[in-house]
């Protein structure tokens, strides 16, 4: 076990690191236009190089989970800084297509190889508050996707190179590489306990193959429903409601600010009242009420109300609290966890790209309509999964 501040500042590399993770997630389609310049294609090629993320994620995250689990934490941790690092410097030299898709897998590499080091890492460090620790991930993710629109608005008000934006995430990604070196990680076999430190709350067994399953498919549902609004609501607002482009995409930092908001929330709120089960379930359903206002109101002052309303609910932390909570039915495949539900939540990054920018070209509510349907299968995975962990597991205990 790690002392706490060692716990703190591997968290707080952690942490750092997340906020670059959300800025390259969407680094591409925020500057979509000096891409599509540089290849000399339109915003359906752009969302080509966009879906080698999910494509990089998807090959790597399983055996990186598993892999987590038999050498440790912190090489995985530095497997993803690095490929983050190879993205950036890449595509400032890169002006063939295929070769910028996969530098786009680098992304989805360094997200799989960073989130199956970091994930298990930070309820290691904090096994009585896992869900609170997994949580406030999401607010340093928010962090990034509120920064870099207002980046992105300062080079174009300036007409910058975005090449020198890049480079400065390298150099970030630098010092927080060597600010981690020295640290030590706790044992990969520590347990998730509740604050009183009951770690044996079972009094039935969990079901992989059926419970499990579901939890890892809510890995894909639970990341579809922000990653369409994430990715795809300025160009939404702005090819098919009006907007112009500069509000449309200011509304990812209104969006992202939001989620801030709601993550510090939901932080507070797993810690002293209600536990992740229950959140799986009434995040996903607010989620449906709001993008069904939205589709039947497609207007730019809906677009304002579904980026502060889905930052609230869909980006609020519930796909870190479907990880605790399948993290708590299976604690001693921690990594395994990490790599089965993350490698589901890639996929959505090659889904997305590719499906969206059509059903939006054709019909702007298509789009909406998909991440209706997806909200509400989440909804639907999160009640199966409650009325089997109520049978499992001593609510009392947790």
Not at 253 to 278: D, E, G, L, R
Request: glycine share 8%; net charge positive.
């Amino acid at each position: 076990m790690t002392n706490n501040v060692n716990s703190y500042s591997i968290a707080g590399s952690i942490y750092a690191n997340y906020i670059i993770q959300s800025i390259a997630l969407i680094v591409i389609m925020q500057f979509s236009a000096e891409i599509s310049k540089q290849f000399g294609t339109d915003l359906i090629g752009v969302g080509y190089i966009a879906s080698g993320i999910g494509f990089g994620k998807i090959f790597l995250m399983f055996i990186g989970g598993i892999l987590s689990d038999i050498f440790g934490r912190k090489p995985f941790i530095y497997l993803g800084m690095c490929c983050y690092i190879i993205f950036f410097i890449g595509l400032l030299f890169c002006h063939d297509i295929e070769t910028a898709f996969y530098l786009a897998m680098f992304i989805g590499a360094g997200n799989s190889f960073l989130d199956t080091g970091s994930m298990p890492a930070l309820t290691e460090c904090f096994p009585r508050s896992a869900g609170t620790a997994s949580v406030l991930i999401k607010a340093f993710i928010s962090i990034g996707t509120l920064v870099l629109p207002f980046i992105v608005t300062v080079f174009h008000i300036y007409q910058l190179w975005y090449g020198y934006a890049f480079i400065g995430f390298v150099v970030y990604l630098l010092i927080n590489l060597l600010f981690l070196l020295p640290r030590t990680f706790p044992s990969s076999n520590t347990v998730i306990c509740s604050d009183k430190g009951e770690s044996n709350y079972f009094i039935g067994k969990p079901n992989f193959w059926f419970e499990g399953i579901c939890l890892i498919i809510m890995g894909f549902t639970t990341t579809a429903t922000f990653v369409i609004i994430l990715q795809w609501l300025p160009a939404i607002a702005e090819k098919g409601i009006g907007m112009d482009e500069i509000s449309s995409k200011q509304l990812i930092s209104y969006y992202s600010t939001a989620s801030i908001i709601s993550v510090f929330s939901t932080a507070y709120i797993v810690k002293k009242f209600v536990k992740p089960i229950y959140c799986i379930i009434i995040l996903p359903l607010l989620s449906v009420v709001i993008l069904s206002l939205f589709l039947m109101n497609l207007t730019p002052a809906m677009s304002f109300f579904v980026a502060i309303g889905m930052g609230l609910t869909a980006a609020g932390g519930v796909l870190q609290l479907t990880l605790v909570v399948m993290q708590q039915l299976f604690p001693d495949r921690k990594g395994l966890a990490v790599g089965t539900m993350y490698t589901l939540s890639g996929l959505s990054f090659v889904v997305i790209p590719l499906v969206i920018p059509k059903l939006a070209v054709t019909n702007v509510s298509y789009a909406i309509l998909v991440d209706l349907i997806i909200a509400l299968c989440s909804v639907i995975l999160g009640v199966i999964v409650y009325s089997r962990f109520k049978k499992v597991v001593d609510m009392n205990k947790i």
